[in-house]
């Protein structure tokens, strides 16, 4: 609005000329006051922005410049650094230098004195070098002969006195600190029943309770074994022991049906993997083992079900790495890797038939994929002598395993066991051509065959011992060892009267 506009409006409302201008005078000046003042404020922000843009800029050049002064110093320092190594690698290459020189000059001086020597003594003797030296080596041979044979005899027989006393020190303080006790466990698993009517309930319409049970855990129930009892049998003990569970449980709720049946055997599998897994954590604590692949520790509870002569292969695999530490401790070796080499040196019993090495390598290659050093993977491989031996912890193993093994009391066997186990013994001795009579003596520990000496030469009753030995190893089992003593005598007889 212009300001003729402004007076004609301030005239059309009846106020005067001098009235109109006062206000219109007014107004602009308000106008004007407040777009001087708008500008001011402007001014003012912008320069309080440019004041805030100008202490960042000045707050970043510092940063820079610190940084910068920062690296410097990091790169004088690094500097320094590599001068000092250039200065010792230069120190060292001359002592190296020296070293050579030195070295040059002693082999001069040695060459020399030989030259010397060898024309000392063709000038003496007039022999040729090879005559003098054979006369020097005869002459010395001469001298020493019979004091290095006194010395040899005197050493050799101190040597072995000290080292079989020592080694039978070691195996005894071993053996006497081992106080693991000895296990009885049976070799069947043999479920009771409340009542002999339930066999018909497990059994089931037709037999599908039965059927479905074997199934579903992979086993076979004997129901008509024993009165008031069902026996479970299997080749694999971890079936074996879920079964067991399962069964328990449906006898315990008293529906035995498929569905019931399946239910439980889901519910066993779980307790059997978290008990596996508790059993394998507590052999470990009772070592103070730790850091230990979670596959081997399910592989070592496995181990508690599967026995060797009524001793679980868990328990036998503790005494194991406690006698391996303990023979490690006095020969001077690392503890920890002995304990830990003899605890997973049957670790390949617990693996399913997907292995077709035995037990030993099986558990070698479980081993070295779990990230064991090298030193423990050779000692669970080569226990059972299968590989060659490539540490001492080998070694400790092989003692460890056989001590466990024969330990009094260690192990245990029914009397049906041990009668069977000593006919086989027997009869795999009188298979033989030319043995008339054989005898299992020492609880199945020896056995002795008397051979016709008529038709079986000392020679041929070698081979007769060796082929027996043979046999007895590949199908037989057994703790400990068996002596086998072939005996052919011959004795004439006259009476004089």
């Not at 401790?329 to 080499?341: C, F, Q, W, Y």
Request: charged share 30%.
């Amino acid at each position: 609005m212009d300001w003729n506009s402004l007076t004609v409006v301030f005239v059309v409302a009846g106020a005067s000329t001098a009235v109109t201008a006062l206000m219109v005078r007014r107004y602009f000046l308000s106008l004007l006051q407040s777009r001087e003042q708008a500008g001011e404020v402007a001014v003012r922000e912008a320069k309080l922005a440019l004041r805030e843009k100008e202490s960042a800029l000045e707050v970043k050049h510092r940063s820079l410049e610190a940084e910068q002064e920062s690296k410097g110093r990091e790169l004088s320092r690094l500097q320094a650094q590599l001068e000092q190594e250039q200065e010792k690698l230069t120190s060292k290459a001359h002592e190296v230098e020296e070293a050579r020189q030195e070295l040059d000059s002693n082999d001069g001086e040695v060459e020399k004195a030989r030259r010397l020597y060898r024309m000392k003594l063709h000038q003496i003797t007039r022999m040729n070098e090879e005559e003098a030296r054979q006369v020097l080596l005869k002459d010395a041979r001469k001298e020493c002969e019979a004091e290095l044979r006194s010395l040899r005899q005197e050493y050799l027989s101190d040597s072995e006195a000290s080292l079989k006393e020592e080694a039978q020190r070691i195996l005894l303080a071993a053996m006497q600190r081992i106080t693991s006790k000895p296990m009885h466990d049976a070799t069947a698993t043999v479920v009771s029943l409340p009542e002999e009517a339930l066999k018909g309930r497990i059994i089931g319409k037709d037999g599908r309770n039965i059927r479905t049970f074997e199934h579903v855990t992979g086993t076979t129930l004997l129901i008509d074994e024993a009165p008031d009892s069902v026996l479970i049998s299997s080749f694999d003990p971890v079936r074996r022991e879920i079964a067991r569970i399962a069964l328990e449980a449906l006898l315990r709720d008293g529906r035995i049906q498929p569905a019931s049946i399946e239910e439980a055997v889901v519910a066993a599998e779980e307790d059997m993997e978290a008990n596996i897994i508790q059993l394998g954590e507590t052999a470990l604590r009772r070592l103070r083992l730790s850091s230990l692949h979670p596959e081997m520790v399910g592989l070592l509870g496995k181990l508690n079900y599967r026995l060797s002569n009524n001793q679980t292969t868990l328990e036998h695999s503790i005494e194991v790495a406690n006698i391996c530490a303990l023979l490690a401790s006095e020969v001077g070796l690392d503890p920890a890797i002995a304990k830990r080499a003899g605890l997973l040196h049957d670790l390949g019993k617990a693996v399913d038939e997907d292995y077709a090495s035995s037990h030993a390598i099986a558990g070698a290659d479980i081993a070295r994929r779990c990230g064991e050093e090298a030193r423990v993977v050779n000692a669970i491989a080569a226990h059972h002598k299968e590989v060659p031996a490539e540490s001492v912890y080998a070694g400790l193993v092989m003692v460890g395993d056989a001590l466990s093994a024969v330990r009094p009391g260690v192990r245990t066997s029914s009397i049906d066991s041990f009668i069977g186990r000593v006919r086989s013994i027997e009869a795999i001795a009188q298979e033989e051509k030319g043995v008339s009579e054989a005898f299992a003596i020492q609880s199945g520990r020896e056995v002795r065959v008397i051979v016709d000496p008529g038709t079986v030469t000392d020679q041929a009753a070698q081979d007769i011992a060796r082929r027996i030995r043979a046999r007895i190893e590949e199908e037989l089992n057994y703790p400990g060892s068996i002596e086998i003593t072939v005996i052919r005598e011959q004795r004439f007889t006259e009476t004089a009267v």
